[in-house]
């Protein structure tokens, strides 16, 4: 949301730079659901709790918006 705020002010450089650290942030956490998951193939139980399902949903919404941002800063970038 911040990328978007940035692009709809102009700031394109800003907007990627935020953009990049969503990416970063997205990709320690996917590594860190791929690594559970790896687990369980494994045998290793992980207890399933709505914490967990709950984690899961925001991760996976959080990829949504961030490809959904990403899209956004370049139609501003088009616009502008």
């Given at each position: 949301?911040?990328?978007?705020?940035?692009?709809?002010?102009?700031?394109?450089?800003?907007?990627?730079?935020?953009?990049?650290?969503?990416?970063?942030?997205?990709?320690?956490?996917?590594h860190?659901?791929?690594?559970?998951?790896?687990g369980?193939?494994?045998?290793?139980k992980?207890?399933?709790s709505?914490?967990?399902?709950?984690?899961q949903?925001h991760?996976?919404?959080?990829?949504?918006?961030?490809?959904?941002a990403a899209?956004?800063?370049?139609?501003?970038?088009?616009?502008k």
């Open positions: 949301m911040e990328a978007i705020h940035a692009a709809k002010q102009g700031d394109f450089e800003g907007a990627k730079d935020k953009l990049q650290e969503s990416m970063d942030a997205l990709n320690e956490a996917h860190i659901q791929t690594s559970l998951i790896q369980e193939i494994r045998g290793e992980t207890e399933l709505l914490l967990m399902v709950h984690a949903d991760l996976m919404n959080a990829m949504t918006v961030r490809d959904m899209e956004m800063v370049e139609l501003y970038q088009k616009i």
